[in-house]
């Protein structure tokens, strides 16, 4: 093939984003019409997709392309390029957000405060931009698209702004993501090295002195750790993603949270080079805090949303972690292991995007079938929800990081990234690092804790409520996105090599060297990423045989014995009077977790008297990073802004004086 | 895969179906026999599981499929992790499909299963067996998984194949890392089969136990399925802790002399290993749940620390 | 030298370091002091271990004294005390035990690596103990620091004399015999010294907290 082809790739994606601006626009023109809005422009926007991860996924094995639109402002043009990470990440976005603008074309309906010709613009435009910060190759770009993301998603997030709480939620996230927005620019700004030239490409080219390197880094933790909820700036992800309708939770939590991984792998890898090995310490301390803060307050939610919330908090965490392993294999220069470690991150990446993102779709379809979020009053919905109840059930497998999900096979390969740290030539490294493979199997053991009560109590047991045996299922454009994104989870899942193959490229450009290449991936069924002596894996076999033992059994058992069933009621050791209130609530499930890790909440607890007539028992879980960090430097704002206040006086002539002294100053300053 | 592989995998399987029950059952004659008490016949599980499987299966009025299906799962998952466990050799066909951390992984798959029929029926014991069962897991895994941890960076792999024949190759040597993960995977295993102090096996009284919460309503093949599963369980790590901290006697890839001789010895090791659980059993009472964790965190620990060890005295 | 000796030394070290560790999660004052007694016994058997591989007939000696002193005496004296002062259910520590486990861990690796450019130095037998007889003293000033009775603290002040005998064992085959007897008898006296005091404090403030010590600092 020629260099058509080749040029394809970076066309295709803008013209993809084009489409999804056209549709945004056409649902603008239908403003109030759910019908066009839904049955049209989402399906069509979900092709978009489609389209979009084929391009990419065309796009990442070749070298770079590079383009540059003529908008922007007058000689600072908008400098594109697609090279394998942005291809990756541009795959990640279309792969999740196929399946999520399905699902949103059954989901939004009429009444959810903005009218959906106007979400539908929100949407898109909020998919635009994520897909333009991908490809975006110099600072005025990126920043430019990077608030084009925040704004579309502030707005969806407030989708509901009637209520005051969504407001707030939406108000904090704003607030948080243009300080994020500041940290970026300023590591732009560092990066740059005083040239003047905010092309990424100028920026690889600068050599910046350790010192300035390091800023720079602390900037680009600080920013994309603001966006990805990285501890203690993940604030707002626990207010706006319970906030937002279910599709747009979906999709900030799956992939807007990567665009930031995206903004962080391509600043600390590809703009500054080689990172330095503390650098991997502090990613490595800050992400295993947040894995574990994440897990631990998870736990504990009683909100269905926020729990997913807390728990995608942990997986950036995770995602964090494997980054600074990758760092300190790099800044050793021990690339294969840095290859391992970030492929494990990247493909964490791809895995949460997935299951989370349907996760979140059906809280969606849990909501809009019962009206309720909290987790106490569901309960036994698998039996109104199939379809709802099973893909949650990969979901919650993938989330759980159990074999043979996707979740696992990534959880995988970073543990034994963390095994094999034995060459590293920093004896107190070498020994420290084995040690937080210790915290990252309780983080997962933990998810998987958390999983269950997710799913046991949505749609385990009997229903809380009287209301929830007409809960509906969900419609047919939801379901094929839930179908799709089940799908996508089980073949990541079975597939690894695959994947790895597909990730390939990316290492090999950032650490200089490639799993696959180094020969010893192990063939399609086999992930032997270092040696098949020294670990492997095969997730196919692994559910072949499963599934094989299963069916002999049922077989077997029918053959010599029988498959008579009796119904009855339950037994529960022979108690008489149950109901569904019996059953353990939330706050019950998550009872062990808060009673051993009790130092780390900040918890209000009412308990009832042995004599109360009506007794409750209620318990609150306050964010701790609320009363340490952020209510002081909104008291410290607050003061300062006094102090400030008594400036002014209301009275003109004092403000002349204001201006005269200034005035007196400058020219006493310039004349010195 | 071959022939050979083929055939030792499945009388793998088979010495595990069989094996099993005969464990649980010794394990129960050695606990009677030390507590003055007459003991059942050594063969009482199998003819337990018979009369289960006869018996037709009660299901409770809206029970989902997941409350079904469970059984089947737990069942394989236990059944195919005895298939990964180097038992009578280390020439396993299906081995390379799961390493140590899959093998965890497992476990942790049937304990998802387990939980979540447990909570399907909606009772209190049901749910209040599920959580207890999340409890020890999510403690027990991470603890597991670092006693594998530190025998994979003593054998640089984490295959469970090759850790077992490094280890079984290497000339004697008392390392301390071992000695301490084998305490700890004594904890852990105490707790995952529900044993005496975390759990009794033999208890009804509803208000302490977690592995008879679980399946309290199952009943018939169900009940006979969870139950064969539960003693597996016993088995494979059994047979996990015996192939890393004993090694001896476990044939090598395509030795057939050795193989002859690797069924006696891990007959004569179960055996001992049995007496020691039953004594264990015997000698403890059982805690309170809420000691249960602090009992896991140590064994954590302890798993850390036997990594630390290793990585500081490189033994 | 064979390599098995190394091997027990090793043994012993590990052990000696997961007893700290589990000084540090006690709670109980009566365990406490089994487990001081443990660390002593731990103790004996290296110095055994190495009069053995060495063949020097004073550590023998010395591993006689330690077990007369360590595992049997001081054990004996404090159990006495603690039925005399009433103390048997000391559960406060000031920082709760995940945070000083792993501040243990973190302890741990620092003292191997300061040790490690040592113990290259040295040609002793069991050059890796030396990082962890370091480690257990400082775990024991960790847990002096982090307990807020008396008694606990004075277990913790033993503790620490053991690790520094281990490190004279296993890193220089022990020290001159005057020296050891000197310790010995140094332990002893400030064992009876502590003893005393602490009656003092209880009955100066009704309670073994040494928080009340801290009304004694001039205003």
Same mark, same amino acid.
């Given at each position: 093939?020629?260099?058509?082809?080749?040029?394809?790739?970076?066309?295709? &994606?803008?013209?993809?984003?084009?489409?999804?601006?056209? %549709?945004?626009?056409?649902?603008?023109?239908?403003?109030?019409?759910?019908?066009?809005?839904?049955?049209?422009?989402?399906?069509? *926007?979900? %092709?978009?997709?489609?389209?979009?991860?084929?391009?990419?996924?065309?796009?990442?094995?070749?070298?770079?392309?590079?383009? &540059?639109?003529?908008?922007?402002?007058?000689?600072?043009?908008?400098?594109?390029?697609?090279?394998?990470? *942005?291809?990756?990440?541009?795959?990640?976005?279309?792969?999740a957000s196929a399946g999520i603008s399905v699902f949103a074309g059954g989901y939004f309906r009429q009444g959810e405060g903005t009218p959906p010709g106007l979400l539908c613009l929100h949407y898109h435009l909020f998919l635009a931009g994520m897909a333009m910060v991908m490809l975006a190759d110099d600072a005025y770009a990126f920043m430019v698209t990077w608030e084009v993301m925040a704004l579309a998603s502030f707005f969806l997030v407030t989708t509901n702004h009637r209520i005051a709480e969504i407001r707030r939620a939406g108000f904090l996230y704003l607030l948080v993501a243009h300080v994020g927005a500041i940290a970026i620019l300023l590591c732009f700004g560092v990066l740059q090295a005083g040239t003047g030239d905010y092309t990424f490409a100028n920026m690889r080219a600068q050599s910046l002195s350790p010192f300035w390197a390091s800023c720079a880094f602390g900037l680009a933790l600080l920013g994309f750790g603001a966006k990805a909820g990285i501890l203690p700036l993940h604030v707002w992800l626990p207010e706006a993603h319970p906030a937002a309708p279910s599709p747009v939770s979906a999709l900030m939590s799956g992939v807007m949270l990567k665009t930031a991984v995206y903004g962080l792998v391509r600043v600390s890898f590809d703009l500054l080079g080689t990172p330095a090995w503390w650098w991997g310490v502090v990613a490595l301390v800050v992400g295993l805090a947040t894995a574990f803060f994440g897990v631990v307050f998870a736990a504990a939610q009683v909100d269905m949303k926020r729990l997913l919330a807390y728990s995608s908090i942990e997986n950036v965490g995770l995602i964090v972690v494997g980054l600074g392993l990758a760092m300190v294999f790099a800044a050793y220069r021990m690339d294969a292991l840095a290859a391992l470690a970030l492929a494990a991150s990247l493909y964490h990446c791809l895995n949460h995007a997935l299951f989370k993102s349907l996760l979140f779709l059906g809280t969606g379809c849990v909501l809009h079938a019962t009206q309720e979020r909290s987790l106490g009053r569901l309960g036994g919905l698998l039996r109104f929800m199939p379809w709802v109840g099973w893909t949650a059930l990969a979901g919650v497998m993938a989330a759980a990081g159990l074999p043979p999900s996707n979740g696992f096979v990534s959880e995988w390969l970073l543990l034994q990234g963390f095994l094999f740290t034995g060459g590293l030539p920093n004896p107190y490294l070498r020994m420290l690092v084995p040690v937080f493979a210790a915290g990252v199997v309780l983080v997962a053991a933990l998810a998987a804790y958390v999983m269950v009560k997710f799913y046991g109590v949505i749609f385990l047991g009997r229903p809380r409520e009287e209301k929830l045996a007409h809960a509906h299922d969900a419609g047919g454009l939801e379901r094929l996105g839930l179908a799709w994104l089940t799908a996508g989870c089980v073949l990541l899942g079975l597939f690894p090599v695959a994947v790895i193959e597909v990730i390939d490229p990316i290492t090999f450009s950032l650490v200089g060297r490639g799993l696959a290449q180094s020969g010893?991936?192990?063939?399609?069924?086999?992930?032997?990423?270092?040696?098949?002596?020294?670990? *492997?894996? *095969?997730?196919?076999?692994?559910?072949?045989?499963?599934?094989?033992?299963? &069916?002999?059994?049922?077989? %077997?058992?029918?053959r010599f014995y029988h498959g008579r069933v009796r119904r009855a009621a339950p037994w529960d050791c022979g108690f008489p009077a149950q109901t569904a209130r019996m059953q353990d609530t939330a706050e019950g499930f998550g009872q062990p977790i808060r009673q051993i890790f009790e130092p780390f909440y900040r918890m209000r607890r009412e308990l009832p008297s042995p004599f109360d007539a009506a007794p409750r028992y209620r318990v609150e879980i306050e964010d701790p990073a609320w009363s340490a960090i952020y209510l002081r430097i909104a008291a410290a704002t607050e003061a300062v802004s006094r102090a400030v206040g008594r400036l002014q006086r209301g009275r003109i002539s004092i403000y002349l004086l204001y201006s005269f002294v200034t005035l007196v100053a400058l020219l006493f300053l310039t004349q010195a | 895969m071959n022939l050979e592989g083929a055939l030792g995998q499945l009388l793998a399987l088979a010495v595990a179906l069989l094996g099993a029950p005969l464990l649980s059952g010794w394990v129960s004659q050695c606990r009677a026999w030390l507590q003055n008490r007459r003991a059942p016949p050594l063969a009482m599980p199998f003819r337990t599981l018979h009369k289960l499987f006869w018996k037709e299966s009660v299901v409770a009025h809206g029970a989902s499929p997941m409350f079904r299906i469970a059984p089947y799962v737990v069942f394989a998952c236990m059944a195919l992790a005895c298939m990964i466990v180097p038992m009578l050799s280390t020439n396993l066909p299906l081995a390379p499909a799961a390493d140590a951390i899959a093998l965890v992984g497992l476990f942790g798959v049937a304990r998802l299963f387990i939980s979540l029929a447990a909570m399907d029926i909606g009772t209190a014991f049901g749910s209040l067996g599920a959580r207890r069962e999340m409890l020890v897991g999510f403690l027990a895994e991470p603890a597991f998984l670092m006693v594998l941890f530190t025998a994979s960076l003593i054998s640089s792999s984490t295959s469970l194949a090759t850790t077992v024949s490094a280890l079984a190759h290497r000339e004697f040597a008392i390392l301390p890392s071992l000695a301490f993960a084998g305490l700890a995977f004594t904890m852990v295993s105490?707790? #995952? /089969? $529900? @044993?005496?102090?975390?759990? /009794?096996?033999?208890?009804?009284?509803?208000?302490?136990?977690?592995? #008879?919460?679980?399946?309290?309503?199952?009943?018939?093949?169900?009940?006979?399925?969870?139950?064969? $599963?539960?003693?597996?369980?016993?088995?494979?790590?059994?047979?996990?802790?015996?192939?890393?901290?004993?090694?001896?006697?476990? $044939?090598?890839? @395509?030795?057939? $002399?050795?193989?002859?001789?690797?069924?006696?010895?891990?007959?004569?090791?179960?055996?001992?290993?049995?007496?020691?659980?039953?004594?264990? #059993?015997?000698?403890?009472?059982?805690?309170?749940?809420f000691r249960v964790p602090e009992f896991l965190a140590a064994a954590f620990l302890l798993g850390v620390l036997a990594l630390l060890v290793h990585l500081l005295l490189g033994a | 030298m064979s390599p098995f000796t190394t091997q027990v030394i090793h043994l012993f070290a590990a052990v000696l370091l997961l007893i700290a560790f589990a000084m540090l999660a006690q709670r109980r004052i009566v365990a406490l002091i089994n487990l001081f007694a443990l660390q002593g016994l731990a103790l004996v058997g290296s110095t055994a271990t190495v009069a053995w591989a060495t063949g020097q007939r004073h550590l023998y000696w010395s591993a006689g004294i330690t077990f007369a002193l360590k595992v049997v005496l001081l054990p004996w004296l404090l159990h006495r005390l603690i039925r005399r002062l009433n103390v048997k259910w000391d559960v406060e520590t000031l920082i709760n035990i995940p945070t000083m486990m792993l501040v243990g861990i973190v302890l741990v690796v620092f003292a191997f690596n300061l040790a490690l450019p040592i113990s290259e130095f040295s040609q002793s037998i069991a050059r890796g103990a030396l990082g962890i007889a370091l480690a257990c003293v400082l775990m024991s000033f960790l847990m002096m620091i982090t307990r807020s009775k008396a008694v606990p603290q004075v277990i913790g002040f033993l503790a620490m004399e053991n690790g520094l005998f281990f490190a004279a064992t296993s890193a220089t085959y022990g020290m001159p015999m005057v020296v050891e007897l000197g310790i010995a008898l140094d332990v002893l006296v400030g064992m009876i010294i502590l003893?005393?005091?602490?009656?003092?404090?209880?009955?100066?403030?009704?309670?073994?907290?040494?928080?009340?010590?801290?009304?004694?600092k001039e205003d």
């Open positions: 093939m020629g260099p058509l082809p080749e040029l394809l790739a970076i066309d295709g &994606v803008t013209v993809v984003v084009v489409a999804w601006l056209g %549709l945004g626009l056409a649902g603008l023109a239908a403003l109030h019409d759910t019908r066009v809005v839904g049955r049209v422009l989402f399906p069509l *926007s979900a %092709l978009a997709s489609l389209a979009l991860a084929g391009f990419a996924l065309m796009g990442l094995p070749g070298a770079p392309q590079v383009a &540059v639109l003529a908008i922007g402002l007058p000689d600072l043009p908008f400098h594109l390029r697609l090279d394998a990470l *942005s291809a990756f990440f541009l795959a990640l976005l279309g792969l010893h991936i192990g063939d399609w069924l086999l992930l032997a990423p270092v040696s098949a002596e020294r670990a *492997s894996y *095969s997730p196919l076999t692994f559910l072949v045989v499963t599934a094989l033992i299963v &069916v002999a059994t049922i077989v %077997l058992v029918r | 105490l707790a #995952e /089969n $529900a @044993r005496v102090p975390v759990d /009794n096996p033999a208890t009804h009284l509803e208000l302490t136990m977690i592995h #008879e919460a679980l399946i309290l309503e199952y009943s018939g093949r169900h009940l006979a399925l969870m139950e064969w $599963a539960a003693s597996l369980k016993l088995f494979a790590y059994s047979c996990a802790g015996l192939a890393i901290f004993f090694p001896w006697g476990i $044939a090598e890839a @395509r030795d057939h $002399a050795a193989l002859l001789w690797a069924l006696p010895a891990l007959v004569a090791k179960l055996a001992v290993g049995g007496f020691v659980l039953a004594l264990i #059993e015997t000698i403890l009472a059982k805690m309170r749940v | 003893g005393v005091f602490m009656f003092q404090i209880r009955e100066q403030f009704d309670s073994l907290d040494i928080h009340h010590l801290e009304k004694l």
